[in-house]
């Protein structure tokens, strides 16, 4: 009888292993390329932040600014123009140097020109408003 209950055990056994009473199903593909499937993306939570202290703004008034050209076409341009030119740091742009402008001098600049120099320097044209007087804040 021992030897009848394992025979019957091991024939169960080998009708499990070759897949009689189990269906395995396949997987119907629709497209010929394969995408990897989406998972779960978590955003970012840092243990600690990646900078101790927040970054100081380099580019203040006195870098922008370096100082005011003083030369005989400058001067024209003072007199003729209501233009004020400087020379000025070649990584600022126009709204910084009328920024610059506004808070060394007090004044508020119409429209800036810029241009690189062949010596590398950045020029840059200050046209004030018509209110205000090149000559006199040249002059200060």
Known sequence: MVAKNAKAKAKAAANAQRGSNSSKTVKVRTKVHFYKP????????????????PGVNKMDKYRVIKFPLTTESAMKKIEDHNTL???????ANKR??????????????QRINTLIRPDGKKKAYVKLTPDRDALEIANR
């Open 96 to 109: 910084q140097i009328k920024a610059a402008v506004k808070e060394l001098y007090q004044i508020p600049a």
């Open 38 to 53: 989406k998972t779960l993306q978590l955003a970012r939570n840092p243990q600690y932040s990646k900078k101790s202290v």
């Open 85 to 91: 030119v400087f020379i000025v740091d070649v990584l």
